[in-house]
């Protein structure tokens, strides 16, 4: 079993649709929680993160960790199609980022 | 601020051969980090070097190896090359200062083994 999983898609949704992105970890010492995008034919880029249990927001982006289910959730609110991509969940266990598979979102106009 | 160059960006080689695949961070950054993406396994944490010395190590076999400069710029040497290593390597810099540091991105070296 992975450290990490996460549902690779690929998921399409309309223009303006809400996303729901999870990954599942299976480490309880994880304590810091990154969400990375990758657009095709780059290298990924840092979304935003959390620490511990709670939720983060940021503009349409609001990510979230239950540790007590050990679950990591990324929300997209009002999505564009500028936001396809693979979306990368990834904890940090000290300085190590351990990569859920990644899911793949298309935005449809 | 230039971002994080990774030089070549693709590679062609055949089983047996070695490679050599460099990595530039960003100015001021202390810490390179090795990541290998394929489809299957996705990314997987390498090695990182901070000030010349490696400071963590992931699951990889010996024949993946890495080094850092007085300068920071890092390589990674994969010796007897495998079809299975055909990936996206893929390097990150931080400043090092702490573990949770962002991690910044290159935009990968394509190697394919044939």
């Known amino acids: 079993q992975k450290e990490v999983e996460q549902d690779p898609g690929p998921l399409s949704v309309p223009e303006g649709a809400i996303v729901s992105l999870n990954c599942t970890y299976s480490?309880?010492?994880?304590?810091?929680f990154m969400w990375y995008r990758q657009y095709s034919r780059k290298g990924p880029e840092l979304l935003m993160y959390?620490?511990?249990?709670g939720n983060k927001e940021d503009g349409r982006f609001t990510a979230q960790v239950d540790k007590s289910s050990k679950y990591i959730s990324l929300f997209i609110r009002d999505s564009q199609p500028s936001d396809s991509a693979t979306y990368l969940c990834?904890?940090?266990?000290?300085?190590?980022?351990?990569f859920g598979q990644g899911t793949e979102l298309s935005v449809k106009p | 601020k230039a971002g994080v160059t990774q030089t070549p960006r693709y590679l062609i080689k055949t089983r047996g051969q070695q490679v050599t695949l460099s990595c530039s961070p960003i100015?001021?950054?202390?810490?390179v980090s090795w990541y290998q993406q394929t489809p299957g396994q996705g990314l997987q944490f390498l090695f990182e070097y901070f000030s010349e010395t490696q400071r963590n190590k992931g699951n990889f076999p010996g024949r993946f190896s890495g080094r850092q400069f007085s300068n920071s710029r890092s390589e990674m040497n994969v010796s007897t090359l495998e079809l299975g290593d055909s990936a996206l390597y893929l390097c990150?810099?931080?400043?090092?200062?702490?573990?949770?540091?962002?991690?910044?991105f290159g935009p990968g070296t394509r190697l394919t083994v044939l």
């Open positions: 990834a904890p940090n266990q000290g300085g190590k980022l351990i």
């Open positions: 100015s001021g950054h202390r810490s």
């Open positions: 480490n309880s010492a994880f304590q810091y």
């Open positions: 990150a810099s931080t400043p090092g200062q702490t573990a949770t540091d962002t991690q910044y």
């Open positions: 959390t620490y511990s249990s």
